[in-house]
């Protein structure tokens, strides 16, 4: 089984301070971790992923996410938030095993808010 | 390439009438799928393909129908709508790589009344 628990319905922040949204996922296996964002009236977009590797993924936009095994955790990052920022977050896992599912597993999104 | 496109982007359906929803992706993406978004309930799935030919439920296929004749269209099928099925519908595709991001189209906005 796995899951994904994004516990902040809203995060605010002001234009300029760092941002972090939170992620905590649950696998069976090793994960396979993922960000997406969804501006209004959009589809989903993929931001970065996690396979292995450096526990620091780098992804579009300026953002970042750090993988940490022992906490099950995949936050998202960025050191300076703009006022685009402004949108809903997505934390997805899959897991990574031979035979895992085919379906990821998403949150029920982080909304974002940047304030100017 | 277009991605995955989705048609209509809007449409307002009467309780009992049935309509297509239409996804094609240029990708050649093995895997699709079928979500649901509702305010604050994320994203549910409600029916997927690994391939041509191939198709299985997710969490909340009832009320709907899919097919998969081709490897670049994935429609979703609604029959006798329902006012529970007022939604955001999104389709999205990958490639077969278990660790490839999902590609998401623009969504279909559905209102039953």
């Known amino acids: 089984a796995q899951s994904v628990a994004q516990p902040e319905d809203q995060v605010n922040v002001a234009e300029g301070n760092p941002l972090t949204v939170k992620c905590t996922y649950s696998?069976?296996?090793?994960?396979?971790l993922f960000w997406y964002v969804q501006y209004p009236n959009r589809g989903l977009q993929f931001l970065l992923k996690?396979?292995?590797?450096?526990?620091l993924v780098k992804g579009s936009y300026g953002f970042e996410a750090e993988f940490n095994k022992s906490q099950t955790s995949f936050h998202l990052k960025k050191p300076s938030a703009l006022v685009s920022d402004s949108a809903l977050y997505f934390c997805?896992?899959?897991?990574?095993?031979?035979?895992?599912?085919?379906?990821?597993?998403f949150g029920r999104g982080t909304s974002l808010i940047v304030h100017p | 390439n277009a991605g995955v496109t989705q048609t209509p982007k809007f449409r307002i359906l009467k309780i009992g009438q049935s309509m297509t929803l239409q996804c094609a992706q240029d990708?050649?993406?093995?895997?699709m799928y079928w979500y649901r978004q509702d305010p604050g309930m994320g994203l549910k799935l409600i029916y997927y393909?690994?391939?041509?030919?191939?198709?299985d439920k997710g969490e909340v296929p009832n009320g709907y129908n899919v097919s998969r004749s081709t490897t670049e269209d994935f429609p979703l099928r609604l029959e006798l709508a329902a006012p529970s099925q007022t939604s955001v519908y999104f389709c999205?595709?990958?490639?077969?790589?278990?660790?490839?991001?999902?590609?998401f189209g623009n969504g279909t906005r559905l209102t039953v009344t």
């Open positions: 999205a595709s990958r490639r077969q790589e278990n660790n490839s991001p999902l590609h």
């Open positions: 696998v069976s296996g090793n994960p396979y």
């Open positions: 996690y396979i292995t590797g450096d526990n």
């Open positions: 997805a896992v899959r897991d990574a095993r031979a035979g895992g599912s085919y379906i990821p597993t």
């Open positions: 990708m050649n993406h093995n895997y």
């Open positions: 393909s690994v391939g041509a030919g191939i198709t």
